[in-house]
């Protein structure tokens, strides 16, 4: 069989990567071509992307695989979501696109909440609530009147605008477009009641396509810059986790899935969308998957407690993560509890002592030792897994017996065994580069290479090497969660 290349951009909200996939063989192999920053702009107080310099790295890695003489069948782009452009009836970008770290938008669901409930906002899109979301982004726009937006005649997102810049094709890519609060989580198309709410017509987006449409192939003048011939650019799912997620070697739908990194994402692929009182007392969110899927899932605060604590550690010592985890391992277990996403670790100036402040306001040791706080994060996340994980469970009804866990934590090896042991079922770590996977093999679908998810996923696991761990000491974490349960029924 002949080797078959796809190009792949992933970027995400701090660095972004080109990389090359090969499918050879029925597998899949990849190459990283290039790694870049991505960089938030602040200027006159508000804070950009800049569109310009992400396309310019695009083109730099095409112009890589065009002097290797490499003959590529497509190329698909992902992105972090909600952000948008602004493009003008002559076709061009009006501003840099706005982040959504952006504080324009902090008021912006009360603001809207006074014309439209929130239940009625949640009950339409199925997506939680999160002030920076596309619906109060633009509403925020809106209510500044916001030049750029009034004078754009189509709003793109993120990958849609860089598809566009190499294609001068616009769509709507469903995945990506799902982020936005904007869409109807049943009928998959946006929201005319809530567009109308915040002032923006329907017009002012392209089509909605779906994961595998061919956008269009690479413009003439994409070719000239990069040597390339008019390669077809492919709509991807947009939206990287849900490239991630079309990553999983599940082997059945009896699978729930944790997209493990700076933030975690648990949850299930569903049928249809889960949208009642309790899914939005919750706090879950219905996103777009492939192939009709729905992403029914929580978000999670994930590595971002350790890595805030190494960066404080780094002052006086740079430990590396072998040396955490041996730390960790030779603490006392369960002797610190935490949760997680208690909202004094969102961002607090030092994430050490909101650690030992939360212990001691709770009654408990006070960890001292980068080991003791280690173990305390780890034994914290995976407790606060299970919580996330019973309550998917009783929200779906469906059986789950085992998790995968995906992206850069899936190299944890003691957290997964954790993991495991808190869940009370097996844990599947890998692949570790879930999203560029996903991303090429949606491509993959799309040139006929295979033919659905299952025929996907079963390339994917063919290709790739998976750590499986089963759960021990049941009976030990079954009493540390209810120590968790009490604390978080108390939390400060």
């Given at each position: 069989?002949?080797?078959?290349?796809?190009?792949?951009?992933?970027?995400?909200?701090?660095?972004?990567?080109?990389?090359?996939?090969?499918?050879?063989?029925?597998?899949?192999?990849?190459?990283?071509?290039?790694?870049?920053?991505?960089?938030?702009?602040?200027?006159?107080?508000?804070?950009?992307?800049?569109?310009?310099?992400?396309?310019?790295?695009?083109?730099?890695?095409?112009?890589?695989?065009?002097?290797?003489?490499?003959?590529?069948?497509?190329?698909?782009?992902?992105?972090?979501?909600?952000?948008?452009?602004?493009?003008?009836?002559?076709?061009?970008?009006?501003?840099?696109?706005?982040?959504?770290?952006?504080?324009?938008?902090?008021?912006?669901?009360?603001?809207?909440?006074?014309?439209?409930?929130?239940?009625k906002v949640y009950g339409n899109t199925g997506i939680q609530i999160m002030n920076f979301?596309?619906?109060?982004?633009?509403?925020?726009?809106?209510?500044?009147?916001?030049?750029?937006?009034?004078?754009?005649?189509?709003?793109?997102?993120?990958?849609?605008?860089?598809?566009?810049?190499?294609?001068?094709?616009?769509?709507?890519?469903?995945?990506?477009?799902?982020?936005?609060?904007?869409?109807?989580?049943?009928?998959?198309?946006?929201?005319?009641?809530?567009?109308?709410?915040?002032?923006?017509?329907?017009?002012?987006?392209?089509?909605?396509?779906?994961?595998?449409?061919?956008?269009?192939?690479?413009?003439?003048?994409?070719?000239?810059?990069?040597?390339?011939?008019?390669?077809?650019?492919?709509?991807?799912?947009?939206?990287?986790?849900?490239?991630?997620?079309?990553?999983?070697?599940?082997?059945?739908?009896?699978?729930?899935?944790?997209?493990?990194?700076?933030?975690?994402?648990?949850?299930?692929?569903?049928?249809?969308?889960?949208?009642?009182?309790?899914?939005?007392?919750?706090?879950?969110?219905?996103?777009?998957?492939?192939?009709?899927?729905?992403?029914?899932?929580?978000?999670?605060?994930?590595?971002?407690?350790?890595?805030?604590?190494?960066?404080?550690?780094?002052?006086?010592?740079?430990?590396?993560?072998?040396?955490?985890?041996?730390?960790?391992?030779?603490?006392?277990?369960?002797?610190?509890?935490?949760?997680?996403?208690?909202?004094?670790?969102?961002?607090?100036?030092?994430?050490?002592?909101?650690?030992?402040?939360?212990?001691?306001?709770?009654?408990?040791?006070?960890?001292?030792?980068?080991?003791?706080?280690?173990?305390?994060?780890?034994?914290?996340?995976?407790?606060?897994?299970?919580?996330?994980?019973?309550?998917?469970?009783?929200?779906?009804?469906?059986?789950?017996?085992?998790?995968?866990?995906?992206?850069?934590?899936?190299?944890?090896?003691?957290?997964?065994?954790?993991?495991?042991?808190?869940?009370?079922?097996?844990?599947?770590?890998?692949?570790?580069?879930?999203?560029?996977?996903?991303?090429?093999?949606?491509?993959?679908?799309?040139?006929?290479?295979?033919?659905?998810?299952?025929?996907?996923?079963?390339?994917?696991?063919?290709?790739?090497?998976?750590?499986?761990?089963?759960?021990?000491?049941?009976?030990?974490?079954?009493?540390?969660?209810?120590?968790?349960?009490?604390?978080?029924?108390?939390?400060?």
């Open positions: 069989m002949k080797d078959t290349y796809f190009f792949a951009v992933d970027l995400g909200a701090t660095s972004g990567r080109t990389i090359l996939g090969k499918v050879i063989d029925q597998k899949i192999e990849l190459r990283e071509i290039t790694r870049f920053p991505n960089h938030i702009i602040q200027s006159c107080n508000r804070f950009y992307w800049d569109i310009l310099a992400l396309y310019h790295e695009i083109l730099n890695g095409l112009k890589i695989i065009s002097k290797e003489n490499i003959e590529i069948s497509s190329i698909g782009i992902d992105t972090w979501g909600v952000d948008v452009v602004f493009i003008d009836k002559n076709g061009e970008i009006l501003s840099n696109p706005y982040s959504y770290r952006d504080p324009c938008t902090i008021d912006s669901p009360a603001q809207l909440f006074k014309k439209v409930s929130k239940e979301n596309t619906l109060f982004q633009l509403f925020a726009q809106k209510q500044r009147n916001c030049q750029a937006l009034e004078a754009s005649d189509k709003i793109l997102f993120m990958p849609d605008a860089l598809s566009y810049l190499l294609t001068g094709k616009m769509v709507t890519e469903y995945t990506i477009a799902s982020t936005s609060q904007m869409l109807n989580a049943n009928k998959r198309e946006f929201d005319e009641e809530l567009l109308n709410e915040i002032g923006i017509s329907k017009d002012k987006f392209a089509p909605i396509v779906f994961p595998g449409h061919i956008i269009g192939n690479l413009s003439k003048e994409v070719q000239e810059i990069t040597g390339l011939s008019d390669i077809p650019v492919i709509a991807v799912a947009g939206h990287d986790t849900a490239s991630a997620v079309a990553a999983v070697p599940a082997k059945d739908d009896h699978f729930a899935y944790l997209s493990s990194g700076t933030w975690s994402l648990m949850g299930i692929e569903n049928s249809d969308a889960i949208i009642n009182e309790n899914s939005f007392k919750e706090n879950f969110t219905n996103e777009g998957g492939i192939q009709g899927t729905i992403r029914f899932l929580k978000n999670i605060c994930g590595m971002w407690l350790l890595e805030r604590c190494r960066a404080e550690w780094e002052k006086e010592h740079n430990y590396s993560y072998p040396e955490l985890i041996d730390a960790a391992l030779k603490a006392e277990p369960f002797k610190y509890i935490i949760n997680p996403d208690s909202p004094c670790f969102a961002n607090p100036s030092s994430m050490i002592d909101a650690i030992k402040s939360y212990c001691k306001q709770t009654s408990q040791p006070v960890p001292t030792t980068y080991g003791e706080i280690t173990r305390c994060i780890f034994e914290s996340l995976a407790l606060r897994y299970r919580q996330v994980f019973t309550t998917l469970t009783n929200l779906s009804g469906k059986e789950i017996n085992v998790l995968h866990i995906i992206g850069g934590g899936s190299k944890n090896a003691l957290l997964n065994q954790l993991t495991s042991n808190a869940l009370g079922i097996e844990v599947v770590a890998g692949p570790s580069e879930a999203t560029a996977i996903g991303n090429i093999m949606i491509q993959a679908m799309s040139s006929g290479i295979v033919s659905d998810i299952k025929s996907m996923r079963t390339l994917i696991k063919d290709s790739i090497d998976t750590v499986a761990y089963q759960p021990e000491d049941g009976e030990l974490w079954g009493k540390a969660y209810d120590k968790y349960l009490t604390l978080f029924r108390n939390d400060i």
